[in-house]
């Protein structure tokens, strides 16, 4: 089955710089990429995601890349909010249908004020 | 609209009882998942079901674990017996046929004592 590494596994910025998060796949047949927001006591919320036929999407303060030569894709988050804080997600999925999703370990971002 | 509904939010039993979380998923989300998050990681498939067939119940430990989704709404999962190992956060999700997006709700935070 599919593995997603997924560093680093603890982040701290002071409000306003950026963050970046990391994670990396094994099987090549993995097309579709979702990174997830998960605050105390919460569900995983999907903050953005993208599929292999692209190699960058940006949703205001947010943006993935993809390397699908490599295996990995990457989470950055611009001018950091003292909100942004919460353990974020990367995951991986075969296909193009609901499939499942394997995720990484998580990494716990804290933005300092 | 809404989102992932799951209960209860908590539960706690001793070991050897039996305990079952329930889930209603998103109006018109026919494809529904089970989650396992163990404590400082990430989420793990335990079944889909489209409808009201599980199409990928591999990692769903089957002595002591089922799940049913009998009108391909509303979906149970039961654990009987409970074992130490078994305290988690179960998640359930949903999705759109064909698509991948997966809403999560909130969860339920089972501790076996």
């Known amino acids: 089955g599919e593995n997603v590494e997924q560093h680093p596994s603890t982040l701290s910025v002071q409000e306003g710089d950026s963050a970046v998060i990391k994670c990396t796949y094994s099987?090549?047949?993995?097309?579709?990429f979702p990174w997830y927001k998960q605050e105390l006591g919460k569900g995983p919320q999907l903050i953005i995601d993208?599929?292999?036929?692209?190699g960058e999407k940006k949703d205001q303060r947010i943006a993935v890349t993809l390397n699908k030569t490599a295996k990995h894709f990457s989470l950055h988050i611009t001018e950091t909010q003292p909100e942004d804080s919460a353990v974020y997600f990367c995951?991986?999925?075969?296909?193009?249908?609901?499939?499942?999703?394997?995720f990484g370990t998580g990494t716990r971002l804290t933005v300092i004020p | 609209e809404a989102g992932v509904v799951q209960s209860p939010r908590y539960k706690i039993i001793e070991k050897k009882q039996p305990v079952a979380f329930w889930c209603n998923p998103i109006?018109?989300?026919?494809?529904l998942y089970w989650y396992l998050q163990n404590l400082g990681q990430g989420p793990e498939l335990l079944i889909r079901y489209e409808n009201e067939e599980a199409v990928d119940d591999s990692q769903l430990p089957k002595d002591r674990f089922s799940a049913e989704r009998l009108k391909g709404v509303d979906s149970t999962l039961k654990i009987q017996p409970a074992e130490l190992g078994d305290s988690a956060v179960y998640l359930c999700?949903?999705?759109?046929?064909?698509?991948?997006?997966?809403?999560f709700g909130p969860g339920t935070r089972l501790t076996v004592l």
């Open positions: 999700a949903s999705s759109l046929p064909g698509y991948g997006e997966q809403f």
């Open positions: 109006s018109g989300h026919n494809t």
């Open positions: 995951a991986a999925s075969i296909g193009t249908g609901a499939n499942n999703l394997f």
């Open positions: 993208i599929r292999s036929n692209v």
């Open positions: 099987d090549s047949a993995s097309n579709y």
